[in-house]
């Protein structure tokens, strides 16, 4: 059985360290996502905030949640270990993640999710919005001092959104 975690502002320093230790599993070395790519635009710890999942003592899947707009919540970075991906976990964290943005009282929780993976998010529920604009629903716009993006190097998937309402 998993053990569910928030990490906040105040959490043990551990809980962040296990939350990039998936996403660094998931991301960078399972899918070859460049780490800078993956960690250039995270927010300061004070802002985070993520659901950690563990089985054993051992960190096996995270995401982040945020609130883009009025009454509206969004799930990021949702990630599961290689070796534990199909397993089920990824269920627990979208529930996880659902109760804790439903504390806030948002009533319209949306995820940007690679194109592969809208059919997982389908089954909990979400209704994929092909004719989204993305970023709408981006809170990591550029800073004024930032220089411009470069273009992103081809990951191998399109984003696409996908939503519920509560």
């Keep these: 059985m998993?053990?569910?975690?928030r990490v906040e502002k105040g959490s043990e320093e551990?809980?962040?360290?296990?939350?990039?230790y998936v996403r660094t599993d998931a991301f960078c070395l399972g899918q070859n996502i460049p780490i800078e790519l993956e960690f250039g635009q995270d927010e300061s710890k004070d802002d985070l905030q993520a659901i950690l999942l563990t089985e054993d003592h051992k960190p096996v899947a995270g995401?982040?949640?945020a609130f883009p707009a009025e009454k509206?919540?969004?799930i990021e970075r949702v990630c599961v270990v290689r070796e534990k991906q199909k397993s089920g976990y990824g269920r627990v964290l979208i529930e996880a993640a659902e109760?804790?943005?439903k504390e806030y009282d948002v009533d319209h929780i949306v995820i940007t999710s690679q194109d592969r993976a809208a059919g997982f998010y389908e089954k909990?529920?979400?209704k994929l919005n092909p004719d989204a604009d993305l970023s709408v629903y981006d809170h990591h716009a550029p800073k004024k001092d930032e220089e411009p993006k470069k273009p992103k190097k081809?990951?191998?998937?399109?984003?696409?959104l996908v939503e519920k309402y509560v």
């Design 154 to 160: 081809n990951l191998g998937f399109t984003c696409v």
């Design 2 to 5: 998993a053990e569910i975690y």
């Design 63 to 65: 995401c982040r949640i």
């Design 72 to 74: 509206t919540g969004k």
């Design 14 to 20: 551990w809980k962040y360290k296990a939350y990039d």
């Design 99 to 101: 109760k804790w943005l």
């Design 124 to 126: 909990l529920g979400y």
